[in-house]
């Protein structure tokens, strides 16, 4: 079957640095993206990987290992309107379906 | 402004009677999609167009009708809503030319069927 596993919930501190993790096993893999979603509002996109390694964008870096299956999302310098939930979801061979994980609630505190 | 619209942004209705959750890009996109989100199950695929009158079922298909006769929109449809159906959706569109490109959301419809 397809799988995407989070950690529901994640707490951290105004200024430090949080690490999200996402674990992922689906039929073909064409990429994998990080959303970040406010309550209520719709997600945004904040990262796209498709190769093995570190893409940095500002206070975001996303990562990913494909033989691990494994990615995860790093905000550095928090700030109080990074909390929101963050969606991690895997682009298969379906048609380019996506796959959302259940997100990761964050939230920063001062 | 590049945009995805949906309308309504809330409804409260009753059971069995039809109703039609509108979507419309103007960013020319040709992949558009229908999710809905439930608390503790993330955001599931209701059903997907890959361009105009191409149409397939997502994960959660059963209860819901879609069109795709212009580019730009894209309803849901829901002939008999049911309790079971109260959820926040949202429709999301994309180019189709590379598996990088990002979907962009529309601001969401909160249903609630009594």
């Known amino acids: 079957g397809q799988n995407i596993d989070q950690p529901t919930e994640m707490t951290a501190t105004e200024g430090a640095i949080v690490q999200i993790n996402c674990t992922y096993q689906?039929?073909?893999?064409?990429?994998l993206f990080w959303y970040q979603q406010h309550a209520g509002e719709a997600p945004t996109f904040l990262s796209y990987n498709v190769l093995d390694g570190l893409e940095e964008k500002g206070r975001f870096s996303s990562f990913l290992s494909r033989s691990k299956g494994y990615s995860y999302l790093l905000l550095k310098e928090l700030q109080m309107k990074d909390s929101a939930s963050y969606l991690c979801a895997v682009r298969g061979n379906q048609g380019g379906k996506l796959i959302f994980g259940q997100g990761t609630e964050l939230s920063v505190k001062p | 402004e590049a945009q995805v619209t949906q309308n309504p942004r809330y409804l409260i209705t009753v059971t069995g009677k039809k109703l039609t959750v509108t979507c419309s890009q103007n960013m020319n996109h040709e992949y558009m999609s229908w999710y809905r989100q439930d608390p503790g199950l993330g955001l599931r695929q209701i059903y997907y167009s890959m361009n105009v009158e191409v149409t397939d079922k997502g994960d959660v298909p059963e209860g819901y009708k879609v069109s795709r006769k212009e580019k730009r929109n894209f309803p849901l449809i829901l002939e008999s809503p049911s309790p079971n159906q109260t959820s926040l959706y949202f429709c999301?569109?994309?180019?189709?030319?590379?598996?990088?490109?990002?979907?962009?959301f529309g601001d969401g419809t909160r249903l609630s069927i009594l």
């Open positions: 999301a569109s994309r180019l189709t030319g590379g598996a990088g490109q990002p979907q962009h």
């Open positions: 689906t039929s073909g893999f064409n990429g």
